[in-house]
């Protein structure tokens, strides 16, 4: 790899990645992917971010969409330390991250876009948590959205996600029912027996809303967990699905809420629920939808699972 000045430089810039081939099974494996497509601006920070968890059980695979603009290039400097790289003609989003994914062996998995980064500590954390709790098969945390420079705008996440509302519309923006929040993909994370349960396979085709397809194939078979802990990064840049008119995905998201069979509340419900949750307890404890959460328990060192009330 060629040499990076990394003096006062933020991270990931002032550290370094374990040497390849380091690997301690007494951690979880954990499985990360990313697809590459045009975004050499960002791609070498995304790929640091992970190789410089320095976590010494990782399986990290990148999948190269047929870049035309220098990211093979950048992502090359870091093949030693990948366990899989894949450069293909342009197939799109969801059929490269369906390769990535099928390639991976890891206990946990998850996916991380070639725009997006990971905090420092977030692979040792996730671990931690899915160790110290072996009956959660999903979680998300907090993320931190960041502008094209890399500066804070804001924390994203929620205390608790509800199934119900989940399928209520609940967290998908521009939807009756919206009333804020979504599940923040750059921060979640899963057990393999999980993506077993829900087909193992991710939408292929050229889509925009495969995550959310995929959050709905996990519900039937587990609870969402939140962390109120940022671990993921989001960037917002001209770039982004968003930007450029994300809300294209609200028709076909609101089909697939509607076509599951679960049971949902209406968006007015919703609202109106809502607003006496953040005014009166004992509204809360009557319409509150029931979620889980986890917390870190100082004196036994150790995480544990609480269910929460939510709007």
Known sequence: METVNTANRPWPWGCEPLTPGVRDTAWPSISIVTPSYNQA??????????????????????????????????????RPWLSDYVAAPNRGFGAVLQDGLSRTRGEIMAWLNSDDL????????????????????????????????????????LPG????????????????????????QESVFWRRRLWEKAGSHFLT?????????????????????????????????????THQGGNRSLAPCTELLQNAAETRLGAASIRIR????RTSGWARRSFGQTAWTLRFDTANRRWERHPILVS
């Open 205 to 241: 085709e050229r889509l925009q809303y495969g995550d959310f397809e995929l959050w709905s194939r996990f519900w039937p078979h587990a609870e969402l967990h939140t962390v109120n802990l940022p671990l993921g990064v989001y960037r917002i840049h001209a770039a982004t699905y």
């Open 274 to 277: 809502h607003q006496m949750c």
């Open 41 to 78: 601006a960002y791609v070498e920070e995304t790929l640091r971010t992970v190789l410089c968890q320095r976590y010494p059980n990782l399986e990290y695979v990148v999948v190269e969409d047929g870049s035309t603009d220098g990211s093979p290039a950048i992502i090359a400097k870091y």
């Open 161 to 184: 996600i509800s199934r119900k509302l989940f399928f209520s519309g609940r967290y998908l923006g521009g939807h009756p029912a919206w009333n804020g929040g979504w599940i923040p």
């Open 118 to 157: 990971y905090l420092p500590g977030t692979l040792e954390t996730v671990a931690r948590i899915f160790r110290d709790c072996p009956d959660v098969d999903w979680i998300t945390g907090q993320s931190l959205i960041i502008d094209q420079m890399g500066n804070p705008i804001t924390l994203s996440g």
